[in-house]
């Protein structure tokens, strides 16, 4: 629009970009269950975040909306790692149970991981992300594990004290 002033079409640019990045927060938030959801917009808004802080004619008009997209992205991040910890601790209470065949409950937790990078790279998440969000994981299921063996040696130890 050439008939602007720049100071018109700045304060316009600001207020479209606040409202883009306004109208990604409400989905995730609408969406904080739906994984396939929180990883397009995870990676759509860490993007768009990305273009708007390099952009060196935009990055002063967008502070508002640069804010909103942060939150965008670590509440889709968050969503996504309780999504995944609870689909986990089905397959990880399957897995530490004494009378299951190993292989096949380890197999289910190779399934949840794979079917969770196979979703990160289907929406092409940031590496970055899809690292943070796989240490999660992975610190959530040793976790688990540790508490079970040393809840079971703790039983041991007071099997043998009363006997």
């Known amino acids: 629009r050439p008939d602007l002033q720049p100071t018109e079409r700045a304060h316009k640019l600001t207020v479209f970009l606040h409202h883009v990045a306004n109208l990604i927060h409400n989905i995730i938030q609408e969406k904080y269950n739906d994984p396939k959801i929180l990883s397009f917009w995870m990676a759509n808004s860490s993007e768009f ?3 708007l802080k390099s952009d060196r004619h935009i990055s002063a008009f967008s502070v508002q909306a640069q804010e909103v997209l942060a939150e965008c992205v670590q509440a889709a991040f968050q969503n996504l790692v309780s999504i995944f910890h609870s689909e986990l601790s089905q397959t ?3 897995f530490l ?3 299951i065949d190993h292989d096949s409950a380890a ?3 190779l399934s949840v991981l794979g079917s969770a990078m196979a979703l990160l790279r289907r929406c092409r998440v940031n590496a970055a992300l899809t690292i943070q969000l796989f240490s999660q994981l992975f610190h959530y299921i040793n976790v688990v594990c540790f508490n ?3 809840r079971t040696k703790y039983i041991i130890k007071l099997r043998n004290c009363v006997s």
């Open 49 to 51: 975040l990305h273009f």
């Open 92 to 94: 990880l209470n399957q």
């Open 97 to 99: 149970s004494e009378n």
């Open 107 to 109: 197999g289910l937790v």
């Open 148 to 150: 079970k063996v040393s």
